[in-house]
């Protein structure tokens, strides 16, 4: 597991953002008490707050050739934490001028892709 601290600058809200591969060491030494809706192993990532940090983790492994987090997962996630910034500036959605979103989930996606890329070598992919 690897993990950054990563500060929104317009927004100062941090979060937290894990690249896992075993959901054991997730629950044990992040997630200690935390209560979800189906087993860990069902997730490829989440957004969620505990004790007052709130995390974006995604999971990494190796499935037919592909290493994984997809793209998509990343997207999926990354929106999640979109939505979880505008809440924290009480931001309503706007249908008819939504940029403000769609730059923070470029941003948030490009850190994701930064950190990812600049710590291959430390992630376990598995087979």
């Known amino acids: ?5 990563i500060t929104i600058p317009i927004y100062q809200l941090t979060f937290i953002l894990i690249i896992y591969w075993d959901e054991n060491e997730l629950r ?3 997630l200690k008490g935390a209560d979800f809706d ?16 709130v995390y974006l983790s995604l999971k990494a492994y190796k499935e037919g050739g592909k290493k994984y987090p997809k793209n ?3 997207a999926h996630e990354a929106l999640h934490m979109v939505n979880r910034v505008m ?7 706007d249908r008819d001028n939504d940029e403000p979103d ?26």
């Open 1 to 5: 597991m690897i993990r950054k601290h």
């Open 28 to 30: 044990n030494k992040i």
């Open 38 to 53: 189906r087993p860990m192993e069902e997730f490829d990532g989440g957004v969620f707050d505990f004790e007052e940090k």
């Open 72 to 74: 998509s997962v990343i």
């Open 87 to 93: 809440d924290y500036i009480c931001h309503k959605p």
């Open 102 to 127: 769609a730059y923070l989930l470029l941003w948030i996606i490009d850190e994701i892709e930064k950190f990812i890329d600049a710590n291959e070598s430390k992630i376990q992919y598995g087979s």
